[in-house]
């Protein structure tokens, strides 16, 4: 328990992660997809007092701290009930970047779908825009996630209104490739906007539309330091077990090269009917003479290593290849 004047708060501190998939908790299920902390004072009036005694920008007179000063951003709220026929439904597009952008913004959580469901308006301009400026609708989706992000009280109409005719269509480079990302982290799945990358020969072999991109992380977006046991438990269901769901088809783990997994960063694929992933490693190559697990897991990861086409065919006379006979011995 501790004490402002006039103030009183309890801190309540806890001794364990949540991310364990084995029970459903509604509870936890309904936290996973929020991302503000709300303070409520009574009365009012002992708010200031609790924002005056931290180091905020513009009020460090009696306070010396200047470095780790916060920006405090306030808005007021008017509280109402929400309609229980009120319930969120998915868009559905026909083009493949459209459906993804779309889940995209979903995995925010409340803070789009609440938005978006009680947006008559919204929900009627995003469609029309969609179907109006298709090829510029990923990067129209693109900022409307970074600015949800940035401010969790946009007013979506707003944004709309102000942006979908300033939206430059996508333009994508010849020599890149454009891939789904993924942020896993113990409570939530954060679908990202689509980033360039020089690929590789697994995404040139399947199609880029057969791969995700996942990166583990904490809450935060920061890199883990460790992994505990139940953590540990949730990605390993994830990767391995249960997979990972979008635009209506699971996704598993299959490989990564040694950088990407040094960085928490692995590639997960879909699987067409009666397909196994063992059948897809098949088509890299023959490794099933490799017993060392780590050589293995290495020589999956070179089909995942960023490789550039560099244009050069091959000539059908190295095609031929010929034995050359020197001193009864063939070089």
């Keep these: 328990m501790h004490k402002w004047p006039n103030i009183v708060y309890t801190c309540i501190i806890f001794s364990f992660r949540i991310g364990n998939d084995d029970k459903s908790k509604s ?16 009365p009012p009036v002992n708010a200031w007092p609790f924002l005056l005694s931290l180091p905020i920008i513009g009020h460090t007179e009696n306070n010396k701290r200047q470095d ?13 009930d929400w309609p229980l026929n009120n319930e969120y439904e998915r868009p559905k597009f026909s083009s493949f970047d459209s459906q993804y952008s779309i889940e995209m913004l979903e995995s925010l959580g409340y803070v789009f779908t609440d938005k978006y469901t009680k947006s008559t308006t919204a929900q009627n301009l995003l469609q029309k825009f969609e179907r109006d400026h298709q090829n510029s609708f990923h990067n129209f989706c693109s900022s409307l996630y970074k600015a949800l992000i940035d401010t969790h009280c946009l007013h979506l109409d707003d944004f709309i209104n102000r942006n979908m005719q300033n939206t430059p269509a996508s333009n994508k480079e010849v020599e890149f490739v454009f891939v789904r990302q993924l942020t896993l982290t113990p409570m939530r799945m954060i679908f990202k906007p689509l980033e360039p990358e020089l690929g590789n020969r697994a995404l040139h072999l399947r199609g880029v539309e057969k791969y995700i991109r996942v ?3 904490e809450e935060n977006d920061e890199p883990f330091d460790r992994l505990d046991e139940q953590i540990r438990s949730r990605f390993r269901t994830k990767m391995l077990t249960n997979g990972i769901v ?24 879909t699987l067409d009917n009666g397909e196994t992933i063992d059948q897809i490693r098949a088509q890299f190559g023959n490794f099933l003479e490799i017993k060392n697990l780590a050589t293995y897991v290495a020589r999956i990861g070179l089909y995942f290593t960023t490789s550039i086409n560099t244009g050069v065919k091959e000539s059908q006379n190295l095609k031929k290849r010929k034995e050359i006979r020197s001193n009864c011995r063939y070089v």
């Excluded at 996973?32 to 409520?40: A, F, P, V």
């Excluded at 979008?246 to 694929?269: D, E, L, P, R, V």
């Design 27 to 42: 509870f936890i299920n309904a936290l996973s997809r929020c991302g503000d902390l709300l303070l409520q004072f009574d």
């Design 68 to 80: 780790g000063n916060l920006d405090i951003n306030f808005a007021s709220f008017e509280y109402e």
């Design 215 to 217: 990166r583990i992380r």
């Design 246 to 269: 979008c635009m209506n088809k699971t996704y598993y783990c299959i490989g990564a090269s040694t950088s990407q997994m040094k960085n928490f960063s692995y590639w997960f694929t």
